[in-house]
């Protein structure tokens, strides 16, 4: 069985050594370190390759480790027994005996050949022959590093596993298929069974809001009357900016000088520019995108001015699905004000409201959480209230991607 070769209690500490030494998750190999890098590409040359740059890899169990071992690769040093006692109950909280994964793999791509370790946590190094794929090693000056303890370990290792597939490579699979943690697979789930199980709604919209996207998804949406000038285009910043803050002693100032007191107006110049100029808008707009000029609130909230055949309408964006009440915000603000406006992200809007949709599970992306685009991770037991059954109901209602097969080269 599998099981009596998958977990080794003295690979572990040996695996995660490098992502605790300074930090540095590139390293480039010396002479002897490579030449057993090179063996481990050999070794896995046998599989077929698992993406354009020749990469192949595979996913590797072990055991934590002892007491002695976790002291050793945190780093940890006590001087008196009771101290020594805290660290042992700090130990025994993160699992002593629990299974760890990693994913190891070796690519090969122009001058470059790498080995990659990625944990259970997203941390990942990489050991290489060159830092850039481009500069072959003789012409890189990056200084050496030493990790040929861990590749013979770990070349060992990995040919142990690769015997045991060439044996029965559907073993493997089926193992891995079953033991392989949900916390690090990638899958889809509902909008609404994410939302049964969390007791939760993405978004919720009022009468209000929903009359706002009724319309700015109608047939033919106005434009605005004037031209886009950065006088122009304040007045109307302004507006959005006013119903987002809420501030009232803000309504009553100039345009101009509400939005020289944001980031992109002191960034601006603007004495620099006529306000009055189409033209000294779109420089304004060239020297100034580095601050975000087009910006409501800082990389959340965007009006962006859309001209077409000498008129313009302002495209109102929002960042991430969690700024979405600032953008009806903004927007409640503009129509009160008739001004025209478009929200492109109206029908993804409607439809998180509705539960038409699906959310991606991947903890690679998970923080990228853009609207219509809802990328995140299995919930954590214990973090923010999320219950262990909460989260038994969520692996049972997500559709999995199945694990990336590892196969044999097939002999000709």
């Not at 990942?124 to 481009?134: E, G, P, Q």
């Not at 699979?173 to 697979?185: A, S, V």
């Not at 309504?251 to 000294?280: I, Q, T």
Request: with cysteine.
């Amino acid at each position: 069985m599998l099981e009596t070769f998958c977990r080794d209690p003295l690979l572990t500490p040996e695996l995660k050594r490098p992502f605790v030494e300074g930090g540095i998750r590139t390293r480039i190999l010396d002479d002897r370190s490579l030449d057993a890098l090179l063996r481990i590409e050999k070794t896995l040359s046998v599989l077929e390759p698992m993406g354009s740059d020749s990469c192949r890899y595979l996913y590797i169990e072990t055991i934590r480790g002892t007491f002695e071992q976790w002291l050793d690769i945190e780093d940890e040093t006590a001087d008196s027994a009771s101290a020594m006692c805290d660290l042992r109950d700090d130990w025994l909280d993160d699992y002593p005996d629990e299974k760890e994964w990693f994913e190891i793999g070796v690519a090969r791509f122009e001058h470059q050949v790498r080995i990659y370790v990625a944990d259970m946590f997203g941390s990942t190094y990489v050991l290489a022959n060159t830092r850039n794929i481009y500069t072959p090693r003789e012409y890189d000056i990056t200084a050496r590093y030493d990790a040929y303890e861990l590749l013979c370990k770990l070349e060992k290792y990995l040919q142990r596993v690769v015997d045991k597939i060439l044996e029965d490579p559907k073993t493997y699979m089926d193992y891995i298929e079953k033991h392989y943690p949900y916390e690090c697979r990638k899958g889809s789930v509902s909008y609404k069974d994410w939302c049964d199980v969390m007791e939760e709604k993405l978004v919720k919209l009022d009468a209000t809001d929903l009359d706002i996207i009724k319309r700015v998804t109608s047939a033919n949406l106005p434009y605005y009357d004037g031209p886009l000038t950065l006088r122009e285009y304040m007045k109307v910043w302004k507006v959005a900016y006013c119903g987002i803050t809420g501030s009232e002693s803000m309504r009553n100032l100039p345009p101009e000088e509400v939005f020289e007191r944001s980031s992109k107006g002191r960034k601006a110049d603007l004495e620099k520019y006529d306000l009055d100029s189409e033209k000294h808008f779109m420089l304004w707009a060239k020297e100034n995108a580095a601050y975000h000029c087009f910006d409501v609130s800082y990389v959340t909230i965007h009006l962006l001015p859309a001209p077409k055949a000498g008129r313009w309408r302002p495209h109102l964006t929002a960042a991430h699905e969690w700024a979405i009440d600032d953008l009806f915000n903004a927007a409640q603000a503009l129509a009160a004000e008739g001004i025209p406006f478009s929200m492109p992200q109206a029908r993804d809007i409607l439809r998180m409201h509705e539960m038409n949709g699906r959310i991606i599970i991947d903890p690679d992306y998970a923080d990228r959480s853009r609207i219509g685009e809802i990328v995140r991770r299995l919930p954590e037991p214990g973090y923010a209230g999320v219950k262990k059954e909460q989260v038994n109901e969520l692996i049972k209602a997500i559709n999995w991607d199945p694990m990336q097969e590892v196969k044999l080269i097939k002999k000709t």
